[in-house]
């Protein structure tokens, strides 16, 4: 998995995991807005994310 170039507006995550699952990049950002109104950690989840994926290769289109 990577972080996406062309679909980020923060840092490309969500985007990355809409590549790796095949859906709309604002999909996955709407399911994540929905789920860190849930009490818990999914900010800090983002960032590890943020710090540990790392970004697609230039030229690199997911599948």
Same mark, same amino acid.
């Given at each position: 998995?990577? &972080?996406? &170039?062309?679909?980020?507006?923060?840092?490309?995550?969500?985007?990355?995991?809409?590549?790796?699952?095949?859906? *709309?990049?604002?999909?996955?950002?709407?399911?994540?807005?929905?789920? *860190?109104?849930?009490?818990?950690?999914?900010?800090?989840?983002?960032?590890?994310?943020?710090?540990?994926?790392?970004?697609?290769?230039?030229?690199?289109?997911?599948?």
């Amino acid at each position: 998995m990577y &972080r996406s &170039r062309e679909h980020r507006i923060i840092a490309g995550v969500c985007g990355g995991i809409a590549d790796k699952l095949g859906w *709309s990049p604002t999909l996955v950002r709407v399911l994540w807005l929905l789920l *860190s109104l849930i009490p818990g950690p999914l900010w800090v989840v983002y960032v590890v994310m943020w710090v540990l994926v790392p970004e697609a290769p230039k030229g690199y289109r997911a599948a």
